[in-house]
């Protein structure tokens, strides 16, 4: 397994700001992605972070208003731009090991007001 | 690309009973298919999963069954208990793409 740490683990922002949310993993991983849980709901995948060239994004979620780092094999960061009430929602991070399993870091509450 | 359909939305049993809950996916070939357990406020966690080289796993009260001719796979509850109850995803992937989620079943287990 592996031991993924998310920070904050909770924020209320103010529309029209930003927030970056901080994934760390414990040990070197195959990939690394960020979802997002809206209450209720299932997990929606926001983007791939890909080491040392850009994330790659589903449809819907674009870079102008996620935009994601990955510096290295064990950390990566997802920014949510200039939000609004819509962004409010848990974003996780997920990481992929080298046996194939895919873990959940503990999620970041986002409360836009 | 993978689409997963996971059913019952919501499952009430009896603790003791067993409890079913069943996904079909789009893509066959989609090779691996893990089942996660969320308690509110938590994150998923990895319960159970299997390859597509497989038919069935066990693991004490949990097994996950695997049909690759139907396109669809099941997670199998026995003896549950209240500890049992939460939200409950399948999901279905090809190699080392994301998963693609269900929409989640909520477990209700009621002493």
């Known amino acids: 397994s592996a031991v993924i740490s998310q920070k904050p683990s909770r924020d209320i922002c103010q529309r029209g700001t930003s927030l970056t949310i901080q994934c760390q993993v414990d040990s070197q991983v195959t990939m690394m992605f960020w979802y997002r849980q809206q209450p209720g709901q299932s997990l929606t995948l926001i983007a791939t972070a890909n080491q040392g060239s850009e994330a790659t994004y589903e449809s819907g979620f674009v870079i102008d208003k996620f935009p994601i780092s990955r510096p290295n094999l064990t950390f990566s960061t997802l920014t949510v731009s200039n939000m609004s009430p819509e962004d409010s929602s848990i974003y996780l991070c997920s990481v992929l090991t080298g046996t194939y399993e895919q873990y959940f870091g503990p999620g970041t509450r986002l409360t836009v007001t | 690309g993978e689409n997963v359909e996971q059913h019952p939305s919501t499952l009430s049993v009896q603790e003791g009973d067993s409890a079913v809950i069943k996904c079909t996916y789009s893509?066959?070939?989609?090779?691996?298919f893990p089942w996660y357990k969320q308690e509110l406020g938590k994150r998923p966690q990895l319960i159970i999963d299997i390859r597509s080289n497989v038919g069935e796993k066990k693991d004490q009260r949990i097994a996950v069954t695997l049909n690759k001719t139907a396109k669809h796979f099941s997670l199998h509850i026995t003896e549950t208990q209240p500890e049992d109850s939460a939200v409950y995803f399948c999901?279905?992937?090809?190699?080392?793409?994301?998963?693609?989620f269900g929409k989640g079943t909520r477990l209700s287990v009621i002493a």
């Open positions: 999901a279905a992937r090809l190699g080392n793409t994301p998963l693609v």
């Open positions: 893509d066959s070939a989609s090779n691996y």
